[in-house]
């Protein structure tokens, strides 16, 4: 109940909705360990991802920490899948264009993306990656440009960069100026935001 939320913290709740990229969305497929999963929620918050798809049809679904996550898995919401193609279909469906991480021959660079296109982000497994389905359902892979010795960063760092760059073109476009919610979707989700 609005009530009960003081008028500094509903400002905040409102000024977050509405910066909220409805169509900007991620998918974790079978990310094994759960601080990795709580830190890129964490991420999500911080860029404004409102929702992301959990994806596990190896890996049992992770209990994702509100301590580790700094509460972020409060604000974001989640849904489960178990198999590739029902994921992706439905994000297919809604309009999304699909890009996974992953180190291939037809991966491009992170900065080619366009992220300013209505974009799902598919990050893999730590130690197998994404799943050859996941790969070929995609509209393209990408992978992070990197200039060390090693050829991959953490998951959580990984889906972090990727996400900012994101929020920078999103940013420079005037993205997070105009919320992509109606009035009346934004008021139902302040009363929601209220009670949680």
């Known amino acids: 109940m609005r009530q009960f939320t003081t008028e500094k913290r509903l ?3 409102t000024r977050t909705i509405k910066s909220r990229q409805q169509s900007l969305h991620l998918v974790l497929e079978n990310i094994h360990d759960p601080h990795n999963v709580s830190a890129i929620f964490r991420s999500c918050d911080a860029v404004g991802v ?3 798809s959990l994806l596990y049809h190896v890996e049992d679904f992770p209990k994702v920490s509100r301590i580790t996550s700094s509460s972020a898995v409060k604000w974001v919401d989640k849904e489960r899948y178990t198999n590739v193609d029902e994921c992706f279909g439905k994000l297919k469906a809604k309009g999304f264009k699909i890009y996974t991480s992953m180190l291939d021959e037809k991966a491009i660079p992170l900065h080619e993306i366009d992220f300013t296109e209505k974009v799902a982000i598919v990050m893999g497994n730590e130690n197998r990656g994404a799943s050859e389905r996941a790969a070929e359902l995609s509209d393209a892979t990408y992978y992070i440009p990197m200039m060390g ?5 953490n998951v959580s760092v990984a889906a972090a960069v990727t996400l900012y760059e994101a929020m ?6 005037g993205m997070y100026d105009e919320s992509e919610l109606s009035e009346e979707q934004i008021e139902k989700t302040i009363d929601d935001w209220c009670e949680r």
């Open 149 to 153: 010795m090693i050829q991959s960063l």
């Open 11 to 13: 400002e905040k709740i």
């Open 50 to 52: 409102p929702d992301v």
């Open 168 to 173: 920078r073109q999103r940013k420079n476009k």
